[in-house]
């Protein structure tokens, strides 16, 4: 039985990974997006606070997952990262925006300090068909 090789996932609808990663990897039917922060597809951050922030980091992340033919309602896992968890009711009204009646898995986890000093960041397990 030979080993899958990852395969990374790259859109031009969500910022270019600022560092030496990838904005995805697939290995099988699992994808595994790296954390988007609220940067525009142009690299520039989102003005605004923690819920601009927010909707962007979901642009982002719904841009990644479509590169990979899957959408929010194919995530198994979240991981949210918070600078102050006191905003946690605002950036979970704006979660559940846009997941619906789907439940992942999730874990909220503040930070001292996130890239760029954004406010929020996400990374997102995904199952995904295989070609």
Do not use: C, W
Not at 13 to 31: C, R, V
Not at 95 to 120: C, I, M, N, Q
């Amino acid at each position: 039985m030979s080993k899958q090789q990852p395969q990374s996932v790259a859109t031009e609808q969500a910022p270019a990974a600022i560092g030496p990663y990838s904005q995805a990897m697939k290995l099988g039917n699992l994808l595994f997006t790296s954390g988007q922060i609220p940067l525009t597809p142009a690299g520039e951050l989102v003005e605004g606070g923690v819920e601009e922030q927010t909707h962007q980091v979901f642009r982002n992340l719904e841009a990644v997952l479509a590169a990979a033919g899957a959408t929010f309602a194919d995530v198994v896992k979240a991981t949210v990262f918070i600078k102050d968890m006191n905003q946690f009711a605002a950036i979970n009204a704006i979660y559940a925006s846009y997941f619906g009646d789907h439940k992942p898995a999730r874990s909220t986890v503040e930070v001292a300090r996130l890239p760029k000093d954004v406010l929020v960041e996400i990374e997102l397990i995904a199952s995904i068909s295989v070609e």
